[in-house]
């Protein structure tokens, strides 16, 4: 049974390490394989940042944004395990005084746990760390992750991962364990079933999933166009869980700026008017002719709506959320009706305001490559994160291709 399990396993990730052009995301895929072929709840990749001597999640699979979470290599017992070189089956977490007696690590170890150093010729790189298997974890579940982990550290060697992780940073949004339901007919639907996420200021953070997955009702909930039905939304550490109308409409107006598949400019409108028109109901507006300019179409400000393609008017859509000036940009499938061309025309303006102006942008796309420039890739099933990974190394607009 072991020995099946590692050709099959090995198999899929030499496969996956192969074809992906960033590492990232193959690590991200290379997580969910493990846990899957182990049958265990969720799991991580750890890597060691030589700069700061501290280990860092790149990449996770399970129910919770643990992105960027790090430890020092002294801290903690992840630290502990790389420091040994040895791998380390953990039956009963909660008799662990170094698991139980911090808060955060006891919740992400779960009940039960298995450590493996990512080991390479030269050095431990990093740990792989799987929790919550019913029954336990086996030697043969041991002998399986050592020498996938070995694949795994031997690709992350030859190609190299450099990262500056972003330390101390405070979230802008939170969502703790939320739950939104829906009545469908007389049966209660749970569309989400319990989402922590954090968001943070100045990121590109891509949203994938299947239709039906919960993509859009989170972003409706983030966005104030509807409320959750249980759990906490924390916008800037101010619990905004069920907000007044009052509320709700400045929160609109000074923190979120809507991209949406479809265009929704007023025809009777040029290009400059439709910019002026959200403007005029904004409290610090930017000049709508600039952010005509930002996007491109400065010298198109007097076309209308139907004298313009597709693209031009999704980057006219842009122009206004620019112009608006807010805190964060919620784009739901900006490309989805554009062609390959067109559609990069869009992403390379929502790159330039998460460069250059340092706007938060969450992307819900149905297309994979896009994730390949974000910041963060989020991916949902049936109503949970199911797994969460860190781009250190971004692609550009420019280099996407699908």
């Excluded at 001597?53 to 801290?75: K, L, M, Q």
């Amino acid at each position: 049974m072991a020995d099946s399990r590692f050709v099959s396993c090995a198999w899929q990730i030499m496969d996956e390490l192969s074809k992906s052009d960033q590492l990232e995301s193959s690590l991200e895929t290379c997580i969910k394989i493990l846990t899957d072929t182990v049958g265990c709840e969720s799991g991580s990749i750890w890597m060691r940042n030589t700069v700061d001597h501290r280990f860092y999640i790149v990449a996770s699979s399970g129910n919770a944004d643990v992105s960027g979470t790090s430890t020092g290599e002294d801290e903690s017992f992840i630290g502990k395990i790389v420091k040994s070189e040895q791998s380390k089956i953990v039956d009963d977490c909660a008799a662990v005084p170094e698991i139980a007696e911090d808060k955060f690590f006891s919740t992400l170890f779960g009940k039960n746990a298995i450590l493996v150093p990512l080991r390479t010729p030269l050095s431990v790189i990093g740990c792989l760390q799987l929790n919550n298997k019913e029954g336990g974890f086996s030697e043969a579940d041991q002998g399986l992750l050592e020498n996938c982990g070995a694949l795994i550290a031997l690709d992350v060697e030859d190609k190299g991962l450099s990262f500056s992780p972003n330390k101390d940073r405070k979230p802008l949004l939170q969502l703790k364990n939320v739950i939104k339901e829906f009545m469908s007919g007389e049966e209660m639907r749970r569309i989400l079933k319990g989402i922590d996420l954090d968001v943070y200021e100045g990121e590109l953070l891509v949203v994938l999933g299947e239709s039906g997955c919960g993509k859009s009702t989170m972003l409706n909930i983030i966005g104030g166009m509807d409320q959750l039905s249980e759990g906490q939304f924390l916008v800037e550490g101010k619990d905004f869980s069920h907000p007044s109308e009052q509320e709700l409409t400045q929160y609109r107006r000074d923190y979120i700026g809507f991209i949406f598949q479809s265009y929704n400019l007023m025809p009777n409108l040029n290009a400059l008017e439709n910019v002026e028109f959200i403007a005029e109901i904004s409290n610090h507006p930017r000049d709508p002719m600039e952010c005509l300019e930002l996007v491109g179409l400065k010298e198109k400000w007097n076309r209308y709506p139907s004298a313009m393609s597709g693209g031009q008017q999704q980057r006219v859509c842009i122009a206004r959320v620019i112009a608006k000036e807010p805190k964060i940009i919620l784009a739901d499938e900006p490309t989805a009706a554009l062609d390959y061309e067109t559609g990069k025309g869009v992403l390379k303006a929502i790159e330039n305001i998460v460069k250059n102006d340092k706007k938060t942008v969450i992307m819900v796309t149905h297309n994979v490559e896009i994730a390949k420039m974000a910041n963060r890739v989020i991916r949902l099933r049936n109503g949970l994160i199911s797994s969460v990974r860190i781009n250190f190394n971004p692609l550009t607009a420019e280099d996407l291709v699908w």
